[in-house]
């Protein structure tokens, strides 16, 4: 585990293939996810803080919830709720966060901004005064998992018109902090994941079929990242 300081009051904490982050305020403290390998991600935020620490979780793959069991409860989009219980048949309290939800750490307002399509309930957070989105599988530049029933490509490309949307009216973010890859990368990439995925709906780019954990998929190289997907 190795932990970075990215400001005064925020941490990028890298657990192997993964990363989470820490965001402070006056007030309280924000865990994005929990990690994959660790299991005391609350033990490592309450030693770099002196406020009390709540948890995020920005889906429910199995690599951003650790920690899950150190909380009492923690937030998280209620369509990612199959997942967490279901799927990966893990056990706890939940507080539902939705699409534009506001958490207020204390001097430090942070936005829920839902993204569907890598899992249902996959969200992002999005620190104004930072201008950055914290946290998440769907914007990055290494391989996004677009495979199994849980998956869909059309919701995904729908999620990224609408972020792009957002912030070219709004000019809210430069920099995306991603739980993946390259940390951060520049807002830029979000209309060229977009065109990617479009381009796989359309069939023109078709990829390879490879071996993913026993299952076969079609690994495409869209440039901006590489897409795993269905076989078929």
């Known amino acids: 585990m190795e932990i970075t300081k990215i400001d005064k009051l925020t941490w990028q904490i890298d657990d192997g293939g993964v990363r989470f982050f820490l965001l402070s305020g006056e007030d309280r403290a924000l865990l994005i996810d929990s990690g994959m390998t660790v299991h005391n991600a609350r033990d490592v935020a309450e030693n770099l803080v002196a406020v009390p620490v709540s948890l995020l979780t920005t889906h429910a793959d199995p690599d951003h919830i650790g920690s899950v069991e150190q909380f009492?409860?923690?937030?998280?989009?209620?369509?990612?709720?199959?997942?967490?219980?279901?799927?990966?048949?893990?056990?706890?309290?939940?507080?539902?966060?939705w699409d534009?939800?506001?958490l207020d750490l204390g001097g430090r307002?942070?936005?829920?901004?839902?993204?569907p399509g890598h899992t249902p309930g996959s969200v992002t957070v999005l620190d104004r005064a930072a201008r950055a989105l914290?946290?998440?599988?769907?914007?990055?530049d290494g391989s996004i998992f677009m495979f199994g029933a849980q998956r869909e490509l059309h919701a995904y490309v729908k999620s990224l018109e609408r972020l792009e949307k957002l912030n070219t009216d709004c000019a809210l973010f430069d920099r995306v902090f991603p739980s993946h890859a390259a940390c951060p990368v520049p807002a830029g990439i979000i209309p060229e994941l977009r065109r990617g995925a479009e381009r796989i709906l359309a069939g023109e780019l078709t990829g390879n079929i490879a071996d993913m954990h026993g299952k076969k998929i079609r690994r495409v190289d869209a440039g901006a990242a590489v897409f795993l997907c269905d076989a078929e």
């Open 72 to 97: 009492d409860e923690f937030y998280m989009h209620p369509s990612e709720a199959t997942n967490f219980y279901k799927t990966q048949g893990r056990r706890g309290r939940f507080i539902p966060v």
């Open 100 to 102: 534009g939800d506001v």
């Open 109 to 115: 307002e942070l936005e829920i901004i839902h993204l």
């Open 134 to 140: 914290f946290g998440g599988d769907p914007i990055q």
